[in-house]
């Protein structure tokens, strides 16, 4: 018996409707031949003739069950991710050259104050035992930031598993915490390059969370920092009256989570369709009570407080402008994860630290060596390659372009010399 594409109807939970070829040649949707010649015999035959088809039917699975709500929510899914904002822009509405350079100055602008509140936090005499403290206080003002933002904009529905932003808070606890406390055991400099190198966890993370491939410019990038790092270190340990083993330890623990985190926030939002607002959130108010249990565990807590409180402009002041600035640069940034990719997100986020150092050096005094400028050359030249090698094809072209207009310039010059001599040797 033949069975035509245009007219079968399929079993489903709501009944029977009528299916074209239309309706699933797009999406990729399974169908067993034999259910469907079971569904057309059933429907071709009215006085159900044949006993054991309808058993047939009820003891198999269903043909095909589409659901035009399931349709719904995927096309709502699509419109939430086409329609990209960021503090309010709306960045879905630009080219991408326009969305990478809008993303990227929001990274330098609000980070850059980051950077400078977070030193100076910690050069208030006494405040280096209470980096989990600041943590905690940034936790929650990222909360309050984000139940406003989601207000304000966005429906109450979460996409991502709580499973998974269990996962996100305890990297990120990890990461801003440890970061914040080893300021306290480090020269700032030497937390910030140590940061900069984060490149090579975020590629050894690339490959065993997403299964992707690095070619050989990525390793000799990924060399460069390595060495570029180690010996900025080892200058930090021989000029720097703040260095602590203790900090290394710790600052290599935040990058090694920091790595991993910028991978599994790319794959849950791309694969759940995330808004950055629910991302923070879920991440920030989940991590905020990991930490709160951890400081009542420890007995720091009353004390942290206690400290703040002689200072409140050193430290609850400085640290509200801190957490404002660096709520809206992980706003800046998860766009440019969601839009660009963890790896080149990575890229801009250390270029902005290498700026953070020179300015570090600027504003605040501390010793120097030259064994810095070396080495930390060594680091951007590290960047400069991965930059390279993720660019590649149209840095090559756009050289191999102005190479070829600079031979073009010498050849039309070497002509106009030729018919200038030419003449004068005609008017000789």
């Known amino acids: 018996m033949a069975v035509t594409n245009t007219a079968i109807y399929a079993f489903s939970h709501h009944g029977t409707r009528p299916l074209t ?87 330098f602008f609000f980070y850059l104050i980051y950077g400078y509140m977070q030193e100076l936090i910690f050069r208030l005499e006494g405040f280096k035992p209470f980096g989990w403290y600041l943590t905690l206080i940034q936790f929650a003002s990222y909360i309050v930031f984000g139940v406003t933002e989601k207000k304000l904009k966005e429906p109450a529905e979460r996409r991502i598993p709580l499973k998974t932003y269990a996962i996100l808070a305890f990297l990120t606890v990890a990461t801003m915490g440890l970061s914040n406390s080893a300021v306290g055991y480090l020269n700032y400099p030497t937390q910030v390059i140590f940061k900069c190198c984060k490149l090579i966890p ?15 410019i990525d390793v000799i990038a990924a060399m460069c920092m390595s060495v570029g790092l180690i010996f900025f270190i080892l200058a930090d340990s021989t000029v720097s009256p703040n260095f602590d083993q203790r900090g290394i330890i710790m600052i290599s623990l935040a990058l090694c989570a920091d790595a991993v985190i910028g991978n599994v926030q790319e794959k849950a939002m791309k694969s759940h369709h995330a808004s950055n607002t629910e991302v923070v959130l879920y991440s920030y108010g989940i991590g905020f009570i990991y930490i709160f249990i ?7 807590l009353l004390s942290a407080f206690r400290f703040c409180y002689q200072y409140p402009l050193e430290t609850y002041g400085y640290a509200v402008i801190f957490s404002i ?44 060596t030259q064994q810095y400028i070396w080495s930390g050359i060594l680091v951007l030249l590290g960047i400069f390659f991965n930059v390279y090698s993720k660019n590649q094809r149209k840095i090559d072209d756009m050289i191999a372009n102005k190479i070829r207009q600079i031979i073009i310039l010498i050849q039309q010059r070497g002509h106009r010399m030729q018919r200038h001599d030419s003449r004068q040797m005609f008017d000789v």
């Not at 951890?294 to 720091?300: A, K, R, T, W």
């Open 325 to 368: 600035t660096g709520y809206l640069g992980i706003m800046f940034v998860l766009s440019l994860i969601r839009l660009f990719g963890a790896l080149l997100a990575v890229t801009v986020t250390t270029c902005r630290k290498a700026v953070t150092i020179i300015l570090s050096f600027l504003f605040f005094t501390k010793p120097f």
């Open 294 to 300: 951890g400081l009542l565990l420890h007995g720091s």
């Open 202 to 216: 975020v590629m050894i993370g690339g490959v065993i969370i997403q299964n992707k491939r690095f070619n050989i």
């Open 21 to 107: 070829s239309k309706s699933f040649g797009s999406r990729g949707t399974n169908i067993d031949s034999n259910k469907l010649k079971l569904a057309a015999d059933y429907l071709m035959d009215p006085e159900h003739k044949e006993p054991n088809l309808e058993s047939k039917l009820k003891t198999q699975q269903h043909v095909v069950d589409i659901s035009s709500s399931e349709y719904e929510k995927q096309a709502k899914s699509e419109a939430t991710v086409d329609k990209l904002y960021v503090v309010g822009l709306p960045v879905y509405k630009w080219t991408k050259p326009v969305q990478f350079v809008v993303c990227v100055g929001g990274v």
